[in-house]
């Protein structure tokens, strides 16, 4: 795992898109895993600002995202495929039906996202990390070997994004469709990024730690190609 301590969150940005960057001129139709929450922003601004510079076209590349809440509406204000709109595609010239993103909550739902992603194979995952050190939505005690699932978020969970429903635990959805773990794992390269202290344990876990479905983010340890960014309140327990 190559790790790059950054001091600051716009800093980790910028370092995160020259991975991005190097993947998308590397060859012709690249595909990408996308994150969302709050840290991927500074990265999605880095890849607008670049590509209204006229440096990088999104015209032949294909997304996929890590995962969606259940139960509400795509188009609701708070949903990840809002999200990728409002922060990304409407800043770059993908074409919108090559992004795709889970929806649903069915076994069926999980089954054909995952054919999907299998049709392709993605070059890049991005990731966050949550305080409890999930990826994707991939909650403490989630099989390794788990595909595209729904998953019952946990309190931890709900708490943190309880900031995007009015701070209002009651608002926030209880499920998600998420990209499971061996899924993640199959992508040809992975850049995990973190910053501010919360983060901390979550990053310890996932670089020092024991390689336990504990410490969901210690599986990228197993990984060939990981590149973790984060600034020096995330690696402080480094
Ligand atoms: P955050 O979420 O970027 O909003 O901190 C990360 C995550 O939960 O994966």
Do not use: W
Request: proline content about 3%; aromatic content about 8%.
């Amino acid at each position: 795992m190559k790790v790059i301590v950054c001091k600051d969150y716009a800093e980790v940005s910028k370092e995160a898109y020259k991975v991005m960057k190097e993947v998308m001129t590397s060859k012709e139709e690249v595909v990408l895993g996308l994150a969302t929450g709050s840290t991927p922003i500074g990265l999605y601004q880095e890849m607008a600002k670049d590509y209204k510079a006229g440096n990088v076209s999104y015209k032949n590349t294909k997304t996929f995202n890590l995962d969606e809440y259940v139960g509400i509406d795509r188009n609701h204000p708070e949903s990840y495929y809002t999200f990728m709109n409002t922060n990304l595609f409407e800043h770059i010239d993908i074409d919108t039906n090559n992004t795709i993103l889970p929806y649903g909550d069915t076994a069926k739902d999980c089954a054909d996202y995952e054919a999907s992603m299998s049709a392709c194979s993605i070059d890049l995952q991005v990731l966050g990390i949550g305080g409890n050190a999930h990826i994707g939505f991939n909650e403490p005690g989630t099989s390794f070997d788990s595909l595209t699932h729904i998953v019952d978020l946990q309190e931890a969970t709900i708490k943190d994004n309880a900031r995007f429903f009015d701070n209002d635990m009651s608002k926030v959805p209880t499920q998600a469709i998420s990209m499971g773990i061996a899924t993640i794992m199959k992508s040809k390269k992975v850049i995990l990024i973190a910053s501010g202290a919360n983060k901390a344990d979550a990053v310890y876990g996932m670089v020092k730690g024991e390689i336990t479905e504990v410490v969901p983010a210690s599986i990228l340890q197993n990984h060939a190609d990981v590149i973790l960014v984060v600034d020096e309140a995330a690696a402080s327990k480094l």
